[in-house]
């Protein structure tokens, strides 16, 4: 493999390591903040995608149609937060679990039967033929990947260090009846948390959708999402954003080298590898034994 | 004890009787009830009464029917032969599945199944000579000793299977490894304290599971003849999860329950698959949030509400 | 040849020692009790004979076999049973099943017999519930039995954990706070019941227990422990008339000793 090849693929594999980085992202958040793994997070990728979709068939200029869609999946994601997963914030694990998957059971099938699972096209101004750059031939979308990925990890880590309901969320992710104590809403950290996670994955489908169109299958990668949040460590943005990173790459470099029945396996195999012998990944906190 | 006895024979003899009674397609319906009702008694087990989340149900299933076709297709082997053989093979698949469990419980094993679910969705698309790919898998008629199993006599025998799985997962729920399940789910600790071993129980329940599981999908290819891979996605593990959940987690009478009802609202809602997902999605929502002992919970204290006693256990 | 030894056991969390080098013999027929301020180190102590942590350092041997670090589940199995502070019985369950639970170490059928229903599994089946009845018996629980233990009282729930806990068939049985929560009739009785309980089933009895008043009717010999070391050990007598265990409870809310 000569170095402009291994560039060439390092470049792709942090591209789509990008997009397992925000979303895996999308998922640390809600759980830091209430300990609930939001299942329907790939749903909400699709749900985004396709809330551009509409805006821009209103003939909405991209420029607008992002913040607009970033925000009205905010709310989406505030709702189902308010609707559904506070009345069950206490229960047994086994019903948050499987009630974050009926709510994605529900959006995927609302969306396929508005859309059918037809594969629609959302072209951004970006877009375009592979650009040269050097000895290397980029496409220009991995590079709006890459980029919004890494100002991404800068807003977030500002937003959480330097605002007020930034470190509310913090406080509220390690204690939340001190939290409480000294004042924090709760409920709002929580609103805000899944509203974040929401507009984060709407982030995700947007940059997705030039690359592989849009259809109600987007979300499937969220699996890939929580295998990247596992290496990472539930509990660990930081994490997140590594593990998506790092799953990316070693995906890419896997079926350069050994074809693509085995880059499917690598997830899987890391999942397996890291749940049986670091579960709480490299920078979670470490968990009870069972 | 009348009363119970009646509840039990009325149906029974309606089920025996409906050869007589309904046309193919209702008896065609009939049958994938009695599959799915095979298939929650087993999840039923691991989920409802050893506390253990399973997303990848439906693939065990899956492994069943692939196993028990290629075995007939492929090797030339008797479906009474095949049959057992397809649920020997997913519950060993199965039990490989306790080894992660022993250390990991609620949100990190239902990632691992969910994992496993994609390996398995994974190595039926890659190795299409065995599985058909994504085209699936087209059976001939199973048969049972030389005679074509079809018909009424296809329709007695996957009632007789299901009866005997039936009494297999009361016997087994009431047994000492029943009671080992509920244990290990309320309190691992106290299990412990009683000389119960948790990473063995867990194996058990998982193993029970799979096998009921593997009936299920062994009985899938004689009745449907095909097998379509997509059918074994995610979407299946949650509705057969509704089954339970709806029915009431933990008991038998409730996997019934659940798998009767639910199986057929597809059928009424007489539409593509979207509309059963909404449904499903629905339902299941509102059953976890409003009625978490589902069904038969419900029954239950209902009927002390009306005898003015306690809550029944 | 004392029924359970401790050799130098060390036992600590997150760089805190809760238990820092105790030794003691417990010999088979005793009632031993383990009274201490609150952070003695007790509660550590008994974890870590049942199993449930891991000692950082010593050795603890049960009937002339090493049991340290040994899964809960086999330590159990051996014949160590206890009782749980907070009751810790399956709640939705009925007193009978609860015990019946119990009963699983030693009434014993395979799984295809389980699966079949008949032959050995039923006739094991009748045995135990005829013997989760006669517990149920020995501890006026009787007409409770059908009854789901969430409703029940706390004392209540106390007899039924104490059943739970005989029906493994213990050879030692740690009790954890038998008494707290009980009115002081309700203790009395206990009390007798233990030591009538020690004596016909020939159970050893460790109790960690913070009444003083009912440790020093209940116990033969009672071992002090004071900021995860053993302060003194002796008859009830001695202890209470043992000035640095007094001196030690002395900041403590001390309305038993």
Redo the contacts between chains.
């Keep these: 493999m000569t170095w402009r090849i291994g560039l060439q693929l390092a470049l792709s594999g942090l591209s789509v390591g990008s997009i397992y980085a925000i979303i895996a992202l999308a998922l640390a958040i809600p759980y830091k903040a209430s300990r609930v ?1 939001n299942f329907a997070q790939g749903e909400l990728v699709t749900l985004g995608a396709y809330i551009g979709l509409v805006l821009t068939s209103y003939g909405l200029p991209y420029a607008a149609m992002v913040p607009a869609t970033l925000l009205i999946a905010a709310v989406f994601g505030l709702l189902i937060e308010r609707l ?1 997963i506070r ?2 914030i206490g ?1 047994p ?3 948050l ?3 974050t ?6 959006i ?3 969306i ?2 508005h859309w059918q699972d037809n594969n629609f096209f959302l072209p951004a101004p970006y877009a375009g033929p592979a650009l040269a750059i050097g000895p290397l031939r980029v496409n220009p979308s991995y590079l709006v990947m890459i980029g919004t990925t890494a100002a991404l990890v800068c807003l977030l880590a500002l937003f959480f260090q330097r605002t007020k309901l930034g470190k509310a969320m913090r406080a509220a992710a390690v204690n939340q009846t001190g939290a409480r104590l000294i004042g924090i809403r709760v409920g709002t950290v929580f609103g805000s948390a899944w509203a974040l996670a929401a507009a984060l994955g709407a982030l995700a489908g947007l940059l997705l959708a030039p690359v592989v169109g849009i259809n109600p299958e987007l979300g499937h990668l969220v ?1 890939k999402a ?2 990247a949040a ?1 290496i990472g460590g ?1 509990g660990s943005l930081g994490g997140a954003v590594f593990g998506g990173l790092m799953l990316g790459i070693l995906e890419t470099y896997a079926g350069a080298l050994f074809g693509a ?1 085995l880059k ?2 690598i997830p ?1 195999a890391l ?2 590898a890291f ?2 012998v670091r ?1 709480q990944g490299l920078w979670g906190t470490a ?1 009870v ?2 | 004890m009348r009363f119970h006895a009646a509840l039990i024979a009325i149906p029974a003899l309606l089920l025996l009787a409906l050869p007589l009674l309904a046309g193919s397609y209702q008896i065609y319906l009939v049958e994938l009830i009695l599959i799915n009702v095979v298939a929650a008694i087993g999840l039923n087990l691991l989920t409802g009464n050893c506390g253990q989340i399973s997303l990848c149900h439906a693939s065990l299933i899956a492994i069943g029917a692939y196993g028990t076709a290629l075995l007939t297709t492929g090797w030339g082997v008797t479906y009474i032969v095949a049959l057992p053989a397809g649920v020997l093979l997913t519950t060993l698949l199965g039990a490989s599945l306790s080894y992660p469990a022993r250390r990991l419980s609620g949100l990190y094993l239902a990632l691992v199944t969910l994992g496993f679910l994609e390996v398995v969705s994974i190595a039926i698309e890659e190795f299409p000579n065995f599985t058909g790919g994504v085209r699936g898998l087209k059976l001939p008629p199973p048969e049972l000793a030389g005679w074509p199993l079809k018909a009424a006599g296809l329709y007695y025998f996957v009632l007789g299977v299901t009866a005997l799985a039936i009494c297999a997962g009361w016997n087994i729920r009431r047994s000492r490894y029943g009671r080992a399940f509920n244990a290990v789910r309320q309190s691992v600790i106290v299990a412990q304290s009683l000389a119960i071993s948790p990473g063995r129980t867990k194996l058990i329940a998982f193993c029970f599971a799979a096998a009921f599981a593997g009936l299920a999908g062994g009985l899938f290819t004689a009745v449907v003849g095909f097998i379509d891979p997509t059918e074994f996605d995610i979407s299946a593990s949650l509705r057969q999860i509704t089954f339970i959940v709806v029915g009431g987690l933990g008991s038998v009478l409730g996997s019934i329950v659940g798998a009767s009802i639910l199986t057929l609202l597809p059928e009424a809602l007489r539409g593509a698959n979207e509309y059963s997902d909404v449904a499903y999605g629905a339902i299941l929502l509102a059953t976890l949030v409003l009625a978490p002992k589902g069904l038969v919970g419900l029954a239950g204290s209902l009927l002390s509400r009306v005898n003015g006693k306690g809550p029944v256990p | 040849m004392s029924l359970l030894g401790l050799d130098g056991v060390f036992v600590s969390f997150g760089g805190v020692a809760a238990v820092r080098g105790v030794s003691m013999q417990v010999e088979e027929g005793e009632i031993r009790g383990l009274i201490g301020p609150n952070g003695a180190g007790k509660t550590s102590l008994i974890n870590s004979i049942t199993g449930i942590v891991r000692p950082d350092g010593g050795v603890i041997a049960f009937a002339d076999q090493k049991i340290t670090a040994l899964a809960p589940n086999i330590i159990a199995a051996r014949g160590i049973g206890r009782t749980f502070q907070h009751v810790e019985l399956f709640r939705e369950a009925t007193v009978l099943d609860n015990v019946l639970a119990g009963l699983y170490r030693h009434h014993v059928y395979g799984i295809a017999a389980a699966i079949a229903g008949w032959g050995r599994a039923r006739r094991v089946e009748r045995e135990a519930r005829g013997e989760a009845h006669s517990l149920l018996e020995a501890f006026d629980l009787a007409p409770l039995a059908l009854v789901p233990v969430g409703d029940l009282p706390f004392g209540i729930q106390k007899r039924i954990d104490l059943a739970r806990a005989l029906a493994v068939q213990p050879r030692l049985l740690l009790l954890d706070e038998p008494i707290s929560g009980m009115s002081e009739t309700e203790a009395d009785a206990a009390v007798g019941m233990l030591r009538d309980l020690a004596e016909r089933r020939r159970i050893t009895l460790l109790v960690v227990e913070h009444n003083m008043r009912v440790m020093m009717r209940l116990a033969s010999r009672i071992t002090v422990m004071h900021q995860g070391e053993i302060l003194a050990e002796g008859a009830p007598a001695d202890i209470r008339n043992n000035r640095a265990v007094v001196e030690a409870y002395l900041g403590e809310d001390d309305e038993h000793a």
């Design positions: 793994l559904f009345p069950i229960a694990e086994f019903t679990v499987i009630a998957f009926a709510i994605g059971l529900i995927r099938a609302l396929r039967i699996v929580l295998v596992v539930f029945a499917e396996i899987f999942l397996i749940l049986l579960p968990l034994r069972v």
